[in-house]
């Protein structure tokens, strides 16, 4: 979001720029994402801050670069934001491991 100018609210149309979705889109993860609640105008127009455009960002990341389900992306936006990293640092250096042990044992 740094090459948009920074406001206090955005409308769902500045969303759909800055995100590159539909507003359809963005009004249906309303409905399956909890932590996605924009406020509304006295006009009831939905209102967004950054934290909440950013969260948008994240849930479209997880759904179309890490291909999860809208249940997966739930999942991991629950969790706490360093548990994902350290079970894929645990993952690598299992694999990490293995491979070397199967490398010692042709090198004897």
């Known amino acids: ?3 948009v100018q920074e406001k206090l609210f955005y409308k769902i ?3 759909c720029k800055i995100t590159g979705l539909e507003a359809y889109v963005i009004r249906f993860w ?6 996605l609640h924009p406020r509304k105008s006295k006009g009831n127009q939905r209102i967004y801050i950054k934290k909440e455009i950013d969260l948008i ?3 479209k990341r997880l759904l179309y670069q890490e291909k999860l389900t809208i ?3 739930r999942k991991r936006l629950r969790q ?4 994902t990293p350290k079970a894929d640092t645990h993952q690598t250096l299992s694999i ?4 070397l042990e199967e490398l010692l044992h042709l090198l004897n």
Not at 30 to 35: A, N, R
Not at 80 to 83: H, Y
Not at 96 to 99: L, N, T
């Open 30 to 35: 309303e409905t399956e994402f909890p932590t």
């Open 13 to 15: 149309s500045d969303v």
């Open 80 to 83: 706490p934001a360093d548990k």
């Open 57 to 59: 960002l994240e849930i």
């Open 1 to 3: 979001m740094s090459n």
């Open 96 to 99: 990490i491991k293995k491979e």
């Open 71 to 73: 249940a997966g992306a």
